[in-house]
């Protein structure tokens, strides 16, 4: 089947590039349902954009590079938030219902932003919204063709291009083949104990580009979100979010004792960046303390209405928020790391592009600021799209196709999988240092002599090269935390 465009991930990311790319004829591939796989959805905060009275790109750039430690692409960053208003005019249009008020946008706050301008969609189900429309609009589109339930295994090439991808679903294995492969299929929280994301941010996507030769830059960037809720039952995987959006509507972080440690660690308390925030959790947890997000004055009474999705989640493991606190734990959030690409999404491998959170752009520098996540997915999947849509169209006869590869088995077994989230939880999470990344170079060693499938494999080769890139940065810089970094820096 020949295509003038293969998008692998149908997040938000990847809907935008295949939208926008009409009328060229667009292959989607999603491992579940469209729209309904990936972690656009789970996305509570909103979308950043200068859209409100005072505002401007110019400031939402500079809260941007302050965030990211002033180690971003500016020519990225300018980019971003340039169009960030016209990209959510664009939702609008596709049927984006978000939350007005009387003379506009009802305008949220979230930490690092010097003022009000997360737009959100039914409170805090930006995310759920943000999809279902992009979702119609996907199955309603005459030049999409969706795969869905098919899982891209691995990427063809013909001479270092890449020309197709190889991918299994329940009827079989089948070769797409097209000039153009884009990879917009998400992160890495799969790889860590505790996760904000689903099971399908397994890191895919940078095991497929290193397969094939393409470069990855910042690995070492993990940001991590303060306030996930800690479960009954302790477990690990995806927890359930609990919005920044609620510390920016005033809820705060009390110890067991009940009370606040953030403003004896920062000067903005809870409202400081994500890394501060979360270290300061972590912190607490290392010395034996429970952390908890008490909202009950802040919010109170107003929770369900405000909060709907937290409030649910809350419920469900036997909490009111309205009236109690709520136990929160740090996970893996985003990852600023990713598959090097230039201003026009390209790989390192010709005929490889990639979009979106496994994308590394350079847009986040060291740490991402608040809500420019579904942003960034939204703004350089339509430019991406866009570009394509304005090319010539390129005959499939242009290139020999390869065989099919063999059949790849992708499964990843509970040990390996157990070993390599508890492993780069201690030693390439929210503190890292020397000896115990070292330690943990020489684990997945042993993992990787281990691991009976390709899928496990994959799993430890994108874990070893995080960690390798943890250990080269010697310094302390955003969501990278040495602890380290002051003795190495004066030796």
Not at 244 to 249: C, P, Q, S
Not at 296 to 309: E, I
Request: aromatic share 4%; proline share 3%.
């Amino acid at each position: 089947m020949h295509f003038d465009l293969i998008v692998i991930g149908s997040g938000i990311a990847g809907l935008s590039t295949a939208l926008s790319a009409a009328p060229r004829r667009v292959a989607l591939i999603t491992r579940g349902v469209l729209a309904d796989d990936g972690a656009s959805r789970w996305a509570q905060g909103g979308i950043a954009a200068a859209v409100g009275p005072g505002d401007s790109a110019q400031a939402h750039a500079r809260d941007t590079r302050i965030a990211g430690n002033e180690l971003n692409d500016l020519a990225a960053v300018d980019a971003l938030t340039g169009a960030a208003a016209e990209a959510v005019a664009w939702l609008e249009a596709c049927g984006v219902g978000f939350d007005r008020a009387a003379q506009g946008y009802l305008l949220g706050r979230e930490a690092a932003h010097s003022q009000a301008r997360i737009v959100h969609a039914h409170g805090d189900a930006t995310g759920a919204e943000v999809m279902r429309a992009l979702g119609a609009a996907a199955r309603a589109a005459t030049h999409l063709q969706c795969f869905e339930q098919h899982l891209a295994e691995s990427l063809l090439q013909v001479d270092g291009r890449v020309v197709g991808v190889a991918a299994a679903g329940a009827q079989g294995r089948i070769g797409l083949f097209a000039p153009h492969v884009v990879l917009a299929t998400g992160g890495i929280g799969a790889l860590y104990r505790h996760t904000t994301n689903p099971a399908t941010a397994d890191a895919t996507g940078l095991a497929l580009a290193l397969e094939a030769g393409a470069g990855l830059a910042d690995l070492e960037f993990v940001q991590f979100h303060p306030t996930a809720l800690r479960t009954r039952d302790g477990r690990s995987g995806q927890l359930p979010l609990l919005t920044e959006a609620l510390r920016g509507a005033g809820a705060v972080l009390v110890n067991g004792a009940g009370r606040r440690f953030m403003p004896a660690v920062a000067r903005d308390a809870e409202l400081a960046p994500r890394d501060v925030v979360a270290r300061a959790v972590w912190a607490e947890l290392e010395r034996g303390e429970t952390v908890w997000l008490d909202a009950t004055r802040a919010v109170g009474a107003a929770f369900p209405q405000r909060f709907p999705t937290v409030f649910a989640s809350c419920l469900a493991e036997g909490i009111d928020p309205c009236t109690q606190r709520i136990p929160v734990v740090p996970a893996q959030h985003y990852h600023m790391g990713g598959v090097r690409v230039d201003a026009a999404g390209r790989s390192t491998v010709a005929g490889l592009y990639a979009v979106g959170e496994v994308a590394c752009s350079g847009v986040h520098g060291a740490n991402r600021l608040a809500s420019n996540s579904l942003l960034e997915g939204l703004v350089f999947g339509r430019a991406l799209g866009r570009n394509f849509a304005q090319q010539p169209v390129q005959p499939a006869a242009r290139f020999d196709l390869p065989a099919m590869t063999e059949p790849v088995d992708g499964t990843v077994g509970a040990t390996i999988d157990t070993a390599v989230r508890d492993l780069l939880w201690r030693h390439a999470g929210l503190v890292r240092d020397a000896q115990g990344l070292q330690q943990a170079q020489k684990t997945l060693q042993m993992l990787q002599r281990e691991a009976a499938t390709h899928g496990e494999r994959r799993r430890v080769a994108v874990a070893h090269c995080i960690v390798a890139a943890a250990l080269q940065r010697r310094d302390s810089v955003g969501a990278h935390y040495r602890r380290d970094a002051a003795q190495m820096r004066t030796g």
